[in-house]
């Protein structure tokens, strides 16, 4: 089981340029979640599917926009990047009832030029 | 407005004494705590939890103690080893309030330094 992967790992962006982060989960768990954090911050939280086929908006969803493709994969897209979204970039998912802990990727390291 | 707060950006304590981490949160709908680790370039991976209806929560060398009055929770390490230099991070929901998917709500984080 890889658990939750990200792609890419790194990634630099010229302002104004789109891209989509990917993620994906071998758990077959039902909620997905893309955080993001920086420096001296927590963890914030951009959009969320909750199941498949749903997304919600987070704390700070302006500016990005997200694909739940299917139960695996959840999918964040920058459509025009700005350097204020210079971040590490989280995914995670988690299982259903009982407890609410979220499995994390390893992040992808974004820089808006 | 932040909803958790750590408010130690960093601690340090030496090898085998005691590591407290601390937590405060202002949300009386959080009823499901946790505490994650993160080492630098790698995500967080879950540590221990605690819901609402406990006060105590042990997993070997880390316990979570929670005081609802307070709005207060706690990670005890005993006895601190080398590998437990990290940022741990205190987050919440309001997971039994039907929150529970909707993401958690996570502290600035407290950076862990064990000297040996």
């Known amino acids: 089981n890889a658990g939750v992967t990200q792609t890419p790992k790194f990634q630099v962006l010229k302002t104004g340029q789109s891209m989509t982060l990917q993620c994906a989960q071998d758990m077959n768990h039902n909620s997905m979640y893309w955080y993001r954090q920086d420096p001296g911050m927590g963890l914030r939280l951009i959009y969320y599917?909750?199941?498949?086929?749903?997304?919600d908006k987070g704390e700070v969803p302006n500016g990005y926009n997200v694909s739940r493709l299917n139960k695996r994969e959840f999918s964040l897209r920058l459509e025009s990047a700005a350097p204020s979204q210079t971040s590490v970039y989280f995914c995670?998912?988690?299982?259903?009832?009982?407890?609410?802990?979220?499995?994390f990727g390893p992040g992808t390291r974004l820089t808006v030029l | 407005d932040q909803q958790v707060k750590q408010n130690s950006p960093s601690l340090s304590v030496q090898e085998g004494r005691i590591s407290i981490l601390n937590c405060d949160y202002t949300?009386?709908?959080?009823?499901?705590f946790l505490w994650y680790k993160k080492y630098p370039a790698e995500g967080p991976t879950f540590l221990i939890s605690i819901s609402s209806i406990k006060d105590k929560n042990e997993d070997g060398r880390f316990t979570v103690f929670l005081n609802k009055s307070a709005k207060h929770l706690s990670l005890h390490i005993v006895p601190s080893q080398p590998g437990d230099s990290a940022v741990y991070f205190c987050?919440?929901?309001?997971?039994?309030?039907?929150?529970?998917?909707?993401?958690?709500?996570f502290g600035k984080g407290t950076h862990l330094i064990i000297q040996p």
């Open positions: 995670a998912s988690s299982g259903t009832s009982g407890s609410n802990e979220q499995f």
């Open positions: 987050a919440a929901s309001a997971m039994y309030s039907g929150g529970g998917a909707d993401g958690l709500t």
């Open positions: 949300n009386s709908m959080f009823d499901y």
């Open positions: 599917s909750a199941s498949e086929g749903t997304t």
